[in-house]
């Protein structure tokens, strides 16, 4: 390890690059020619946008930071996480595009946000009367679950959404107990509270995520604390929709569309929920399809990746100035593309079967950004890699229309609801606010 602001000199870099263990590596590993690469990949024209096209937008984004405090250990850590849901009027920001330049004013008014936030403990901080930094991290996990109430009419907590979707985790698998020196294994449900053991250890329903057992008593803990994000982002989506359900709100997201950061899957010790995640999906879509006559829209955005540099890397064809992707074409990805062109594997399980509850797919706007996204599996003709068919997925032409509608230019290849998602979960200014009930009334309003 370096000393602090120590780094390595070009001398140094150049002359690992150059060894022979190097170059016998590289001779061995496998090479994709570019033409390879694109001639697997067949872009194909968006069908075209609905007339009516979401009037409605629900964002969700997370953001996490670990900070150093004093409290007369060293290394002690705190971190700080926050989900930050925002609501969009899309129809309000169509009208404002009308008549530039925008007042920002009126613009901020076309938004509304809430952020479940919660300070966890890291390394080195015990609280009360816990014997490790572990254990006091285990509880306040719990805790903001049980504390997180999204709306003030409603007190459903998203401890109540994930005990529903722990409902769904196989019995198969059982996991060793929490607490250091216990060497018990069992399966955790929604209502267990002990292990079974004879020392009865405290065990919280969110001890099922198994992400303590990423969490370390000395060092950092930015993998514990972004699995928490991951988990509130997956879980918060669930948990909107059944508050819909309970309210009989769900004929009202005909004109809604939900944005989530990130590929629609799980990863991690709480992968699990992917496969839990999807089995409520599909029971929500049944209803929305039996109201509505459609499928529910959620969208996943890729920012970063393999994937997102994988777009990059093939769009551009090999005479200079021209691309492969013109404006509103896509690129449905399969199961053979990606373990032969993305993410080399000669497995024949599914890519992502274990992490994902939805596929992912190439677009590109009609302004001109590329696009790397996820439409979610409503039904089981539609959980397949196998084919390239949209029309297993009735809203794919509206996800296209309205990813259209929402690029933004702030950033290259990126959208609106995602950008101001993060701004709100990076700097949490509307604590306390509750975005379900001001959706309610937006929808409730349009709908008299």
């Known amino acids: 390890m370096p000393y602090e602001g120590e780094f390595a000199s070009y001398r140094s870099l150049n002359r690992i690059s150059q060894t022979d263990r190097v170059k016998s590596l590289l001779t061995k590993a496998r090479v994709i020619s570019p033409d ?33 405090v004093k409290n007369g250990y060293p290394g002690a850590h705190v971190g700080y996480v926050t989900v930050a ?39 080195n901080i015990v609280t009360r009367e816990h014997r490790s930094a572990r254990a006091a991290f285990r509880e306040a996990v719990f805790e903001v679950f049980h504390d997180a109430v999204v709306d003030s009419e409603d007190p459903s907590t998203l401890l109540d959404t994930f005990k529903h979707l722990l409902g769904f985790k196989p ?22 509270t002990t292990c079974p053991s004879s020392r009865h250890c405290r065990v919280y329903p969110t001890d099922a995520l198994r992400i303590h057992e990423r969490f370390e008593e000395v ?16 879980v918060l989506l669930v948990h909107l929709l ?107 399980r599914r890519y992502g079967q274990d992490t994902y509850f939805g596929r992912k797919f190439f677009y590109k706007t009609a302004s001109g950004a590329r696009i790397v996204a996820s439409i979610p599996f409503l039904d089981d003709a539609q959980d397949t890699l196998d084919t390239d068919d949209v029309s297993l997925y ?17 950033f290259p290849n990126a959208l609106s609801p995602i950008v101001s998602a993060h701004s709100h979960a990076a700097i949490p200014l509307h604590l306390g606010t509750k975005v379900l009930q001001q959706l309610a009334k937006a929808l409730m309003t349009r709908k008299a």
């Not at 969009?88 to 936030?117: C, G, H, M, S, Y």
Request: proline content about 8%; charged content about 25%; aromatic content about 8%.
């Open 36 to 68: 390879a690469t694109a001639a697997a990949l067949t872009p194909k024209q968006a069908p075209p946008a609905p007339a009516g096209t979401s009037a409605f937008a629900v964002a969700i984004d997370g953001s996490y930071a670990e900070v150093p």
């Open 219 to 234: 060092g950092s803990n930015g993998e514990a604390f972004g699995l928490v994000m991951q988990t509130w982002e997956r």
């Open 394 to 410: 009735p809203q794919f032409a509206n996800v296209c229309g309205t990813l259209d509608r929402l690029v933004s230019s702030r």
């Open 242 to 348: 059944r508050c819909f359900e309970r309210r009989n709100w769900l004929e009202g997201v005909g004109n809604l569309a939900f944005f989530v950061d990130g590929p629609l899957a799980m990863f991690g010790p709480p992968a699990w929920l992917s496969a839990a995640i999807s089995k409520e999906l599909k029971r929500l879509n049944v209803i929305v399809r039996q109201k509505t006559g459609n499928d529910l829209v959620i969208v996943g955005i890729e920012k970063t990746g393999a994937f997102v540099t994988h777009f990059d890397e093939i769009d551009p064809s090999e005479t200079p100035g021209e691309l492969r992707f013109a404006p509103r074409m896509y690129a449905m990805l399969t199961d053979k593309y990606i373990k032969q062109r993305i993410s080399l594997s000669d497995s024949d």
């Open 85 to 123: 849901s925002v609501l969009l009027n899309l129809r309000d920001q169509a009208q404002l595009d009308e008549q530039r330049p925008i007042n920002p004013v009126e613009f901020r008014k076309t938004e509304q946000a809430a952020t479940v936030d919660a300070a966890l403990p890291g390394s």
């Open 171 to 192: 019995k198969s698998n059982p996991q060793k107990c929490p607490h250091d020196g216990c060497d018990e294994e069992f399966v955790i449900g929604p209502a267990t």
